[in-house]
């Protein structure tokens, strides 16, 4: 049976890889499967599958216009060696919770178990579509999206990508990282701004119906590798399962018991895909959503109304500083009993006033959700205790999840097995985790960090750090928030 893609603001429904390639709705909404599938694989049998294999069992449900041969070599493609695990996303036992490591792959965040493969769906979502244009990824990242999406897309033929980044707002690892990029079709823009500005800045140029003309008069088009791209989300659901599999392979549950999941969010993509496998079927309890001080879903989650009409605040976790959380529209929209109007007329009064409030029947349809934040202070503690307790060192990402997890639990009593999703290497914020264990490694220079890391963390340092160490500089652009629209023509020559 094929799976039809519609757009959260209305309209005709699309197959799945139209709407890989459109990123987003004309209409300016995100595409939704029409219905979650249910899961028809047994756990029992998942367990003794490869994450390749389980890839392929939840993504095949989802991409239904791709061939069993399509999807199998993209998987294939996607998850080989660039990964530094056979088991590509292993789990690791500490301090009371199950922390499900999402960063062996080239970039060392989560966002490589998505921009692996995205590439590869593109491409043969092109094929697919009969598209000759070549296709333009534009991006905007807080920090690890556009290192992921540039080396997922590097020197793929018939495609081309920009990233625009917050100047003054990612780690020195995650900047260095960015513009060291090989690759011919790849172009770096550091913005004068903040990632809310640098997305809608993204969105606003995605909109512009004028542009997409002459973008195509050009032999162009626009395409997002953003995690509104339904491509990011889906391969995302796959961990979920997959970790859910590991656990009850490795008798740590009994097949069919609940669990947890808690999710460091930002864009609200790695939750919402955890709730959709919870939709499938998978015996997923509750869904515990933890931001940092910018805590815009906390306070959504509480009171259900949303307003970003507050102060942006620069933190140790900058993947998570965001003020609009894009995916969220997509359970704004199921909530609100898939009403295209009702969704669009909450999105306007975002876009409008900054704020929205839902009715108390979408309130009700919440509660598998449980949101909570952690400041500074408590995401440094958290780093610091679970490595003098236990040896095992986590992300300040990660940490946050940590601590709201520790909130959670003190709240609530629960004290069903849980994963937490540990979304960055340590090694790519090394400064503030050291830091967090010892203020006094504040003296040493980024790269002592690394090799001190290294020796009071016992793993060995990752490829992706090594290789920035001597990288030369390959990017050295700039723009003000108003002329991103130039710079994208500037470099595609038209
Ligand atoms: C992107 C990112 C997040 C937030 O994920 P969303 O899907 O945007 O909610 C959290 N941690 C890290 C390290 C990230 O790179």
């Not at 493969?117 to 990242?141: D, F, G, Q, R």
């Amino acid at each position: 049976m094929s799976l039809i893609y519609k757009s959260t603001r209305g309209g005709e429904g699309v197959t799945a890889s139209a709407a890989i390639l459109k990123g987003l709705a004309e209409n300016g909404g995100l595409f939704v499967p029409s219905q979650i599938p249910a899961l028809d694989v047994p756990v029992e049998k998942l367990a003794s599958m490869t994450y390749q294999e389980v890839a392929y069992e939840v993504m095949k449900l989802y991409l239904t216009d791709f061939t069993e041969e399509e999807l199998k070599k993209c998987i294939n493609n996607a998850y080989d060696s660039k990964f530094d695990t056979e088991e590509i996303a292993p789990l690791a036992y500490a301090d009371g919770a199950y922390y499900l490591e999402l960063f062996h792959g080239s970039t060392i965040a989560f966002k490589d178990m998505a921009l692996s493969i995205l590439p590869h769906l593109m491409t043969t979502a092109a094929k697919k579509n009969n598209v000759s244009n070549e296709i333009v990824i534009l991006t905007a990242t807080s920090g690890d999206t556009g290192k992921a999406a540039m080396a997922g897309f590097a020197d793929v033929e018939g495609t081309r990508i920009i990233v625009f980044y917050p100047k003054d707002g990612v780690s020195p690892v995650q900047e260095k990282q960015m513009v060291t990029q090989k690759g011919k079709n790849t172009f770096v823009v550091g913005i004068h701004g903040n990632f809310d500005d640098a997305q809608t800045g993204v969105k606003k140029m995605f909109n512009d119906k004028a542009l997409a003309k002459e973008l195509a008069d050009h032999g162009f088009q626009f395409s997002s590798a953003n995690s509104i791209n339904i491509g990011r989300l889906v391969p995302q659901i796959v961990y979920y399962v997959y970790a859910y599999a590991m656990l009850v392979k490795n008798e740590e549950i009994k097949n069919g018991e609940k669990i947890n999941v808690v999710v460091p969010t930002g864009n609200f993509g790695n939750i919402l895909a955890a709730y959709y496998a919870k939709n499938m079927g998978l015996p997923i309890d509750r869904l515990i959503c933890a931001s940092n001080e910018n805590k815009v879903l906390y306070d959504f989650f509480t009171t259900g109304s949303y307003d970003r009409n507050r102060d942006f605040v620069l933190t140790s976790s900058p993947s998570m500083d965001i003020l609009i959380s894009s995916n969220l529209e997509r359970l704004i929209y199921k909530i609100a009993g898939e009403d295209p109007e009702a969704n669009s007329a909450l999105m306007s009064a975002l876009s409008g006033s900054g704020k929205y409030e839902i009715t108390p029947q979408m309130k009700e349809k919440l509660a598998d959700f449980y949101g909570n934040f952690a400041d500074e202070t408590e995401t440094a503690g958290m780093i610091h205790d679970l490595y003098t307790e236990t040896g095992y060192v986590i992300d300040t990402h990660t940490a946050v999840a940590g601590a709201v997890y520790k909130k959670y639990v003190k709240e609530t009593g629960d004290d069903k097995k849980t994963i937490i999703a540990s979304t960055a290497s340590p090694y790519k914020f090394a400064r503030s985790v050291m830091t967090a264990i010892d203020s006094r490694y504040d003296a040493m220079d980024d790269f002592a960090l690394i090799d001190e890391l290294s020796k009071i963390a016992n793993v060995a340092v990752p490829k992706a750090v090594e290789e920035i160490r001597t990288a030369p500089v390959l990017h050295n652009n700039q723009c003000d928030v108003d002329a991103m629209e130039a710079t994208v023509k500037g470099w595609l020559g038209i």
